[in-house]
């Protein structure tokens, strides 16, 4: 089993530790959904964060809200409409520092339900003490952008939608990492 080359900038997410959801109001409740099946490509070149790059896509029938009726909502036609439009993909365009040293604004392309429309996220580096990075990220959008326009009757659900991410990234491949043990 060869080694990663020096060169190839690829950081590697480690899922158990990481996670991707959703936060939506509506005028009795909020919801919040986790996405449980996903892929997230992550270079930093020369280990800066300011010249990284990160690819997110989800599968969008992976939602989970903790209620079955919720989550028929939001996988229908009126929301993420998973049979016809199964993956949301992120991908970062540009990022920039954001005034203090681990803080950064990310630009990007957010598709979701077939429609591209830019993004603009937080992102907080955090080194942590065993050589791992965490990369705490969030962004907002109008729902009504990405063609989810329903109403539920009495229950008006909130144009904005927030997005986080926490990403647990490491230098090595956690599969080979392990097999090394």
């Known amino acids: ?3 990663q080359p ?3 900038p690829r950081l590697y997410v ?3 530790d990481s ?3 959703f936060h939506a109001s509506a005028t ?3 919801v919040v959904g986790v996405f449980h099946s996903w892929e997230a490509d992550f270079k930093m070149p020369a280990d800066k964060f300011g010249d990284a790059s990160l690819i997110l896509e989800i599968d969008a029938d992976s939602v989970e809200t903790g209620s079955g009726l919720k989550n028929k909502e939001i996988k229908g036609k009126n929301f993420f409409a998973v049979k016809e439009h199964p993956q949301i993909r992120f991908v970062s365009k540009s990022i920039t520092a954001d005034g203090e040293p681990a803080k950064f604004r990310m630009t990007g392309e957010l598709t979701l339900r077939g429609i591209s429309n830019p993004v603009s996220a937080t992102v ?15 962004f907002s959008f109008n729902r009504r952008e990405f063609g989810m326009t329903h109403n539920v009757p009495f229950n008006k659900v909130a144009n904005t939608v927030e997005v986080k991410f926490h990403l647990d990234v490491q230098n090595a491949d956690p599969t080979v990492a392990q097999n090394q043990r």
Not at 124 to 138: A, N, Y
């Open 1 to 3: 089993m060869s080694a």
């Open 6 to 8: 020096d060169d190839d």
């Open 14 to 16: 480690v899922k158990t």
């Open 19 to 21: 996670r991707i959801e």
């Open 28 to 30: 009795f409740t909020k």
């Open 124 to 138: 907080v580096l955090r080194p942590q003490e065993d050589g791992h990075r965490r990369i705490d990220g969030e």
